[in-house]
């Protein structure tokens, strides 16, 4: 029976790849097999141990645990017959047999069927990431996480995690027939819990709009979250976030309360600032190397009326743009409601000019002032009071191309911003991609943003505390004949702005994580002691490297080549007694 399943499975995966289509879930039916002796616990006792370790707090919780553990002791022949078949196969029939195992677990999730199949796998914002995957798998709920964990690591199939699908770097929340992705739109709990002004709960699957919806209709607040509703809520917090206003309460890392998580063992615990805290550290901008995410904990703000404008410049006032750029960012230090940011187009300068009015303040008056001798070529937005849902959707839905990102970093210099801008209107001459579009997003970090992340506990990144703008490179193209040439136009572009700002001598190292390239190294950037607690609790955590060996593709810590200086034997035995 082994056998035939082993030749069920190849025969499903080899047909849906000749097609260029999938197949249902094969239902096999398999009765008096029993899998071969081993040392090693079957799945079915391995999921079993996964339910019995899994603490439910809620009553809906514990009649959920209660039914996944008799559907497990049902199909215990069926999942330990199909585990034990995917011993003799290789990687792609192992991801089957763990989408077979899937659709058992959990009817409905594990997705194989036309249409939902291509809307799974489209639902990326960039379409260098639209890869396929022998399926897409999506839990409703943290135990169903843990569970697909189990299979995974049990077999050992390569995988992905997505929430959003905003990161544009392919193989990123992205996987290939050869793997799994898990797809964690569903966990899209939004609960606000002790009181009208207490923390807010949101599952990896909500996007920011809904978020700021949420919170604006019911509470009157806000979370620090993303600058485009379409954006993901796990990818932006692991990775840092960029907020509207930085200096007011720093990154949408630094705002993060608690994470649940499911380690790689299939374990669920709670990090935060009093359990498993060097992790909850960790995972303050050190991306997907420690765990998934099942609920965030966010604090909310009395943010409720925002003002803000978009304005289009001509090309032809770049010099005086620029310096009413330089000259916002520091009064942004001074006055920490301001929001800013640059976006520098083939067709002109997009300015976003936004400002936090808490409690019914109007806006300043003088916020902006280094802009109004400027006349800008279009009113994208004319002066506008809202929410943070409404700025967030401002710009209306984007359009899914071909997308790359590059950061870097640097002072605040006009002479830099000048050099950097006239390079990027000499690359655009000389682009050899017909259907490429270059941009860069001048994007204000300031000294203020890095105190007040560091008054909420800090993070992982070691941000220099300067004024500072992350230089967010990106390009758009829409044939495939112009991958080569789009992604060396930018990469050349990345380099030159790094360059010059070596040349000026205000470059920095750093590098902003949600806006890197798949070619830069980002945890290579953050200070050597913090590099060393990530490696640690990467160790202590995940012993098996499980994060490091079978995820596809991210900012991973196997990337690393850095060596970072060896810890006390005093720390790493905390951290196993924490881990423990």
């Known amino acids: 029976m082994l056998k035939h399943i082993f030749v069920a499975a190849t025969l499903w995966l080899s047909l849906a ?10 239902s096999l039916s398999v009765e008096e097999t029993r899998p071969p002796l081993s040392n090693q616990a079957s799945l079915s006792e391995e999921l079993q141990l996964v ?6 707090t809620e009553p809906e919780e514990k009649a959920l645990a209660h ?25 792609p029939q192992k991801a089957v047999v763990a989408c077979i195992i899937s659709s058992y677990l959990f009817p409905g999730a594990a997705i194989t069927q036309e249409p939902e199949y291509t809307q ?9 990431c639209w890869l396929p995957a022998a399926c897409f798998i999506r839990p409703k709920n943290t135990l169903e996480v843990a569970a697909t964990m189990k299979v995974i690591t049990h077999l050992g199939v390569r995988f992905a995690v997505r929430g959003g699908g905003h990161n544009a770097n392919s193989g990123f929340a992205s996987v290939g027939d050869n793997g799994v992705l898990i797809d964690m739109q ?11 002004d207490g923390n807010l709960i949101t599952g990896p699957g909500n996007r920011w709009s809904r978020v700021y919806e949420y919170l604006s209709t019911n509470y009157g607040r806000a979370v620090v979250g993303g600058r485009t509703g379409e954006v993901g809520v796990p990818g932006f917090l692991l990775g840092g976030g960029m907020f509207f206003f930085p200096n007011m ?20 615990v709670n990090a935060n600032q009093t359990s498993h805290t060097e992790l909850f550290k960790s995972l303050k901008g050190g991306a997907a190397n420690f765990a998934i995410v099942t609920e965030f904990t966010l604090r909310t703000y009395p943010i409720r009326d925002v003002w803000y404008a978009i304005d289009f410049y001509a090309n032809a006032d770049y010099k005086a743009v620029l310096n009413a750029t330089i000259q916002t960012q520091l009064a942004m230090e001074k006055d920490p409601r301001i929001g800013f940011h640059a976006n520098v187009q083939p067709g ?4 976003g ?3 936090a009015s808490v409690d019914g303040q109007a806006v300043n008056p003088s916020s902006f002032a280094a802009f109004d001798g400027i006349k800008p070529m279009t009113v994208l937005v004319p002066p506008t009071n809202g929410t943070l849902a409404d700025i967030a959707s401002s710009l209306g839905p984007i359009v899914a191309v071909r997308r790359e990102p590059h950061v870097v970093s640097y002072e605040l210099s006009l002479d830099l911003y000048t050099d950097v801008y006239e390079r990027y209107r000499s690359i655009l001459n000389s682009s050899s991609a017909p259907s490429a579009n270059l941009s860069y997003t001048i994007q204000p970090m300031g000294s203020a943003a890095v105190a007040a992340g560091k008054m909420q506990g800090g993070n992982i990144m070691g941000i220099p505390q300067v004024p500072q703008s992350w230089h967010a490179s990106l390009v758009e193209w829409s044939s495939l004949d112009d991958d080569q040439a789009a992604h060396d136009m930018l990469q050349t572009y990345g380099a030159d702005v790094k360059s010059l700002a070596e040349a000026r001598n205000v470059y920095l190292p750093y590098q902003f994580m949600n806006d890197a390239s798949y070619t830069q190294n980002p945890l290579e950037t953050y200070t050597a002691e913090n590099l060393a607690i990530m490696q640690d609790v990467s160790s202590a955590y995940d012993p098996a490297g499980i994060f490091q060996r079978l995820q596809n593709g991210g900012f991973l810590l196997r990337n690393v080549r850095r060596r970072t200086p060896a810890r006390s034997v005093h720390h790493k035995r905390f951290l196993h007694h924490k881990r423990h």
């Open 17 to 26: 790849t000749a097609s260029g289509e999938r197949g249902s879930p094969l």
């Open 51 to 56: 339910v019995s370790s899994f603490i439910a």
């Open 67 to 91: 039914q996944f553990q008799n559907r497990i002791s049902n199909l215990s022949v069926t999942l330990d017959a199909l585990s034990s078949a995917s011993n003799v196969t290789g990687s």
């Open 120 to 128: 799974e796998r489209e639902a990326h914002w960039s379409q260098t």
């Open 186 to 196: 569903d966990l899209n709990r939004l609960e606000v819990q002790g009181g009208a």
């Open 249 to 268: 309460h720093g990154l949408g890392a630094d705002n993060v309360v608690n994470f649940k998580c499911v380690l790689a063992n299939s374990t669920v």
């Open 348 to 351: 002109g300068i997009l300015v």
């Open 353 to 355: 000019k936004v400002y």
